[in-house]
T-cell receptor, first 112, second 114 residues
Framework: GENVEQHPSTLSVQEGDSAVIKCTYS??????FPWYKQELGKRPQLIID?????GEKKDQRIAVTLNKTAKHFSLHITETQPEDSAVYFCAAPRPDFNKFYFGSGTKLNVKP | ETGVTQTPRHLVMGMTNKKSLKCEQHLGHNAMYWYKQSAKKPLELMFV???????ENNSVPSRFSPECPNSSHLFLHLHTLQPEDSALYLC?????????????FGSGTRLTVV
């Protein structure tokens, strides 16, 4: 089955609203969770990450929260702007396999 | 530029052609990866190199052949591809292969097999 599940697959918000994207993972030993943003025709870029020793990390308008008990982590974007429109990917490691598994992506559309 | 450079950006090839994709990084990273990105599918890991040694071949067909001459360069040699191989091929690098470090991705090669 899926190692990382990401929801929703598409998300449309009005400029200024908040957006939340959620990922769940399966391996309780996972301890590092990055988020990538991929604008149309461009490469994925790491925008924020969190390690398992903290529950939340913020960087200006973006934040990531981690619930290790429930094995899910979320990306929060506040005061969304049109330039936030992109596909966002989460990733979770499988330490036993020494690799990352990526979510299937969320296409975020911020309407002006 | 990103630190990870991929060439070419676009490639159209016939099913009988042989071509190569190139990836180069000068970030001092020791791990390099090839990923396949198809529409509406998660990123698919193809190959992993750690200190220029291949450590992972994720059941990739032999028509894809990787080469890593040193820690800074990675190639993907292509031959007798199928139309379903059309996709964006992304190279990435990280400090190490253990999954505690984020990736730096290249801009990708958009491959179309005709």
């Amino acid at each position: 089955g899926e190692n990382v599940e990401q929801h929703p697959s598409t998300l449309s918000v009005q400029e200024g609203d908040s957006a939340v994207i959620k990922c769940t993972y399966s391996d309780s030993a996972s301890n590092y969770f990055p988020w990538y943003k991929q604008e149309l025709g461009k490469r994925p870029q790491l925008i924020i990450d969190i390690r398992s020793n903290v529950g939340e990390k913020k960087d200006q308008r973006i934040a990531v929260t981690l619930n290790k008990t429930a094995k899910h982590f979320s990306l929060h974007i506040t005061e969304t702007q049109p330039e936030d429109s992109a596909v966002y990917f989460c990733a979770a490691p499988r330490p036993d396999f020494n690799k990352f598994y990526f979510g299937s992506g969320t296409k975020l559309n911020v309407k002006p | 530029e990103t630190g990870v450079t991929q060439t070419p950006r676009h490639l159209v090839m016939g099913m009988t052609n042989k071509k190569s994709l190139k990836c180069e990084q000068h970030l001092g990273h020791n791990a390099m990866y090839w990923y396949k990105q198809s529409a509406k599918k998660p990123l698919e890991l193809m190959f992993v190199y750690n200190f220029k040694e291949q450590t992972e071949n994720n059941s990739v067909p032999s028509r894809f052949s990787p080469e890593c001459p040193n820690s800074s360069h990675l190639f993907l040699h292509l031959h007798t591809l199928q139309p379903e191989d059309s996709a964006l091929y992304l190279c990435a690098s990280s400090l190490r292969t253990d999954p505690n470090y984020g990736y730096t991705f290249g801009s990708g090669t958009r491959l179309t097999v005709v």
